[in-house]
Nanobody, 122 residues
Framework: QVQLVESGGGLVQAGGSLRLSCAAS????????MGWFRQAPGKEREFVAS????????YYEDSVKGRFTISRDNGKNTLYLQMNNVKLEDSAVYYC???????????????WGQGTQVTVSS
């Protein structure tokens, strides 16, 4: 079982940038598909982005396309989410997840981190 710990969240102004990291331990992530999800207050958790094992294929939720970039460094056992031109509606707790297939569906991800808060101010 892989353990996931997110970091890099915080307060950022609209239009600014933030990079989230997800450090994995317990096993290598090279055989795992990885993803980012988020949950805003009063809303269900939603898909943000996912990436295949070698970083050659990525999926994005429509509202973040062109602004967010998911990437991974298998040598460092770490997943990243570069967030540019952030908007107020990007405020949420962001979760890192690992699973056995490339997917947008949270049920395909069996391991989850505790989340990191991102707050976008105007």
């Amino acid at each position: 079982q892989v353990q996931l710990v997110e970091s890099g969240g915080g307060l950022v102004q609209a239009g600014g940038s933030l990079r989230l990291s997800c450090a994995a331990s317990g096993r290598t992530i090279i055989n795992l598909y990885m993803g980012w999800f988020r949950q805003a207050p009063g809303k269900e958790r939603e898909f943000v982005a996912s990436i295949n094992r070698f970083g050659t294929t990525t999926y994005y939720e429509d509202s973040v396309k062109g602004r967010f970039t998911i990437s991974r460094d298998n040598g460092k056992n770490t997943l990243y989410l570069q967030m540019n031109n952030v908007k107020l509606e990007d405020s949420a707790v962001y979760y890192c997840a690992a699973g056995g297939r490339l997917s947008r569906d949270e049920t395909d991800f069996g391991s989850w981190g505790q989340g990191t808060q991102v707050t976008v101010s105007s």
